[in-house]
């Protein structure tokens, strides 16, 4: 029973990244930016996050300097390819690539190389009263981090933003056929820049969560290819928020399965059980994706003038 | 005493990078009017209402809304200043509903919450006062083109506009729904609209219209009242004076002597017992057997949505029968590839060209060549060249299949997503 209890609650714990990570990229997705920098955003937003509340002595103002970062980069996304309507792929992978050597040379400039690891405090346990005393789920739903909280209520608004809101109603339009969108008077421009704007912003937290939460400093490629699951994710999720969230309760599942049987000290090389997340993503996306619905429009830019058919 | 005209577009000029679209043209509509814009493809009657509606920016010229001057930057300013607009291809959401796809960009009432309720009130009665009966809750992609129209219409007159453009709206409709459409254009004029009607078709334009305007190449040529003018004065209008009009494939008249057909020859195209069921598991094609003979024009009908689609891709080889038989001069070619089957002489023009018929950012050429490219003229051609490039055949083919069209785009290598209808 114990065990049961203490893999659920790290479960919970490790959905986080996957999580908001996922709902940036849906998000973004949603209006037809397709993000595909996510590992970098994560990346930078690890360093960054981390550096910050190093400097400042306060893991908030780190999440938030993680948060711009990650914004900053959604903002170039957007730019060039809503503005300057160039390729979409091709921005993604240059951010990508920005975000991995920022990661690395951020670090190294501002605490230089030291001998054991600078640390920060992980995020505090915030047990809510009276539901934390509940048996079973108190322990696994109420007594853990800030973020874990944020991450499942923020899916829950972002599904009822989608599909009970006029904006919401708007903004899928945008995603599935901005030119009718845009022929009724939505502002294809303006809903592409804020998504893809709050989107990044929502990855570079989910980076930022890692040496929050998991080891307290930042290393190099900390990320071990969790952007990239989330683009897998999004699509398992179909592009809709509750679906993402269950998804990424199954994700994080696998995690720390691998993780446990690590420790455990199964026979097993563990480069083998390291395999298994990904393993698991191939074939959740072959038995899976012939039926996920994804905007019709994702990965393309809209020009008014030209005949996009 | 004269009327105002309700709007005036006046010296209107649109390039597309070297193709001159409009050339100062100039347009007045009258309140209450039905007024026919009226040209051949590619006269610029699409490109002259997107400006209109905010689409498309204009070069030059000015656009007056009750005699004062406008700015017009985008369909949203159109559609504040009571200009709506019916678009050739439909703007729609297929995957929302109709209900959605009417009060999208609108503001809803409860819109925190998605209850529809007054909206639809508003629309229903909408659909009661014009004769546009629809099926609020159906999803757009299961509905037919007729219907689709219906909810292009409504969505106009749910935003309350004052005029309506109409691009083309009878193309893909059944006699009846044309019918229908005019009846309604009728009450929605009583009710105080004015209508642009685009088309090419010129007796639509005789028998609904007040006024018309002819476009040709991006000039206006005239406009005139429709008493005043007989169908010879506008198809001389519309083609010009070089234009041979007796030969024209377009403006072919109802004399037509037709051949005679041999019913006795060995038929071309057999289709027999042919049964076919979707993936979602509808039947389509229900034991339909039919023979086609040399020479012979066979005309498939039936109101949109019946199966016509399914038959001719049946009938074309893309896609397989569930059951049945075709043969194509006497050998049986039911299960062959769409490619065996174009180079046994069959060809296939799609009834949605734009999304079956072509690769939009392909050359009119790469597209014509497209399906033909491992036949021996053009590969050979390419091959003695030297060259991989396929570019010099495929013009050759270009041309001389545009001719009699005289597409005035400048050359065969532009993209096809480029052109009109
Ligand atoms: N977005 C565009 N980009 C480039 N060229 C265009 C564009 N829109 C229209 N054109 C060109 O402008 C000319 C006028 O086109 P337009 O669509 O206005 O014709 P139309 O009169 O509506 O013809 P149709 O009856 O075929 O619809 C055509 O030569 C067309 O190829
Ligand atoms: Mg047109």
Redesign the pocket.
């Known amino acids: 029973m114990e065990t049961l209890i203490t893999f659920l609650r790290l479960v919970l714990l490790s959905m986080v990244p996957f999580v908001l990570a996922s709902q940036g990229t849906m998000l973004g997705g949603r209006t037809g930016i397709f993000n595909v920098a996510q590992e970098g955003i994560m990346l930078l937003g690890a360093s960054l996050g981390f550096l910050v509340s190093y400097q400042v002595g306060n893991n908030f103002v780190g999440m938030l300097a993680a948060m711009a970062a990650g914004a900053v980069f959604g903002l170039l996304l957007a730019y060039f390819t809503t503005t300057l309507k160039m390729n979409q792929f091709f921005i993604g992978l240059s951010l990508f690539f920005i975000g991995v050597g920022l990661s690395t040379l951020l670090p190294k400039l501002i605490i230089g190389i030291t001998l054991s690891p600078p640390l920060i405090p992980t995020l505090p346990e915030v047990s809510i009263p009276l539901l934390s005393q509940i048996p079973l789920l108190g322990p696994i739903l109420f007594r853990q981090n800030g973020l874990v909280y944020f991450s499942i209520v923020l899916s829950l608004l972002l599904w009822y933003f989608l599909y009970r809101t006029q904006r919401g109603l708007e903004l899928r339009a945008v995603g599935e056929n901005p030119m009718t969108a845009d022929s009724l008077g939505i502002n294809v421009v303006r809903a592409r820049y804020w998504t893809a704007i709050l989107g990044g912003a929502l990855i570079g937290l989910a980076g930022a969560y890692l040496p929050m939460v998991y080891t307290g400093t930042f290393t190099e490629a900390m990320t071990r290819g969790r952007g990239w699951l989330a683009i897998a994710l999004t699509f398992f999720g179909g592009w809709s928020p509750l679906t993402i969230l269950t998804g990424s309760l199954f994700f994080a599942g696998v995690e720390v399965l691998a993780f446990r049987a690590q420790v455990i000290g199964l026979a097993l090389p563990y480069q083998y059980l390291l395999m298994v997340p990904y393993l698991a993503t191939i074939l959740i996306m072959i038995l899976t994706f012939r039926k996920a619905r994804v905007p019709a429009f994702l990965g393309q830019n809209y020009d008014r003038?030209?005949?996009n058919l | 005493m004269e009327k105002q005209p309700i709007l005036e577009l006046r010296n209107i000029r649109k390039t597309?990078?070297k193709?001159v679209?409009l050339d100062d043209v100039s347009f007045s509509l009258l309140p209450g009017e039905i007024h026919g814009l009226l040209?051949?493809?590619?006269?610029?009657?699409?490109?002259?209402m997107n400006i209109l509606y905010g689409l498309?920016r204009k070069d030059q010229g000015d656009i007056y809304l009750n005699g004062e001057k406008i700015e017009i930057h985008g369909p949203r300013d159109a559609l504040n200043r009571g200009i709506g607009m019916v678009h050739?291809h439909f703007l729609q959401i297929s995957n929302y509903t109709v209900l959605e796809n009417i009060v999208l960009g609108t503001g809803i009432t409860h819109r925190y919450t998605m209850k529809l309720e007054p909206e639809t009130r508003k629309v229903e009665e909408l659909c009661q006062r014009f004769g546009l009966p629809v099926d609020l809750n159906a999803v757009i992609s299961t509905l037919p083109i007729g219907t689709r129209q219906k909810v292009e219409i409504l969505k106009a007159l749910y935003r309350g506009v004052k005029i309506l453009i109409l691009?083309?709206p009878t193309t893909n409709l059944t006699p009846q729904e044309v019918d229908a459409l005019f009846e309604s254009l009728r009450v929605m004029v009583n009710d105080g609209l004015s209508i642009v009607f685009?088309t090419?078709k010129l007796r639509e334009v005789l028998s609904v219209c007040d006024r018309i305007t002819v476009?040709r190449e991006?000039r206006n040529i005239t406009t005139l009242d429709r008493k005043d003018a007989s169908e010879d004065v506008f198809v001389r209008a519309m083609v010009g004076e070089q234009m041979n009009i007796e030969k024209s494939v377009y403006f072919a008249r109802d004399t037509k002597t037709f051949g005679e057909v041999d019913t006795t020859a060995a038929p071309i195209l057999r289709l027999s017992q042919v049964n076919l069921i979707s993936k979602e598991g509808v039947p389509r094609l229900k034991d339909v057997s039919f023979d086609i003979f040399p020479g012979e024009i066979f005309g498939i009908a039936g109101v949109a949505g019946n199966g016509q689609r399914e038959l001719a891709e049946v009938a074309a080889g893309i896609v397989p029968p569930t059951s049945g038989k075709i043969e194509q001069n006497g050998k049986d070619v039911t299960g062959l590839p769409v490619a065996e089957r174009l180079r046994r002489g069959l060809s296939y023009i799609p009834e949605d060209r734009l999304h079956d018929g072509f690769l939009p950012k392909a050359s009119v050429a790469q597209n014509l060549i497209l399906g033909v490219h491992r036949q021996r003229p053009t590969a050979t051609a390419a091959s003695s060249t030297g060259k991989r490039s396929t570019r010099k055949p495929a013009s050759r083919l270009a041309s001389t299949t545009s001719k009699p069209a005289d597409r005035?785009?400048p050359a065969a290598i532009s993209p096809a997503a480029?052109?009109?209808?």
């Open positions: 003038e030209k005949r | 597309f990078d193709l679209a040209g051949g493809n590619g006269a610029g009657k699409t490109t002259l498309y050739q691009d083309e685009i090419h476009l991006g005035k785009n480029t052109f009109s209808g």
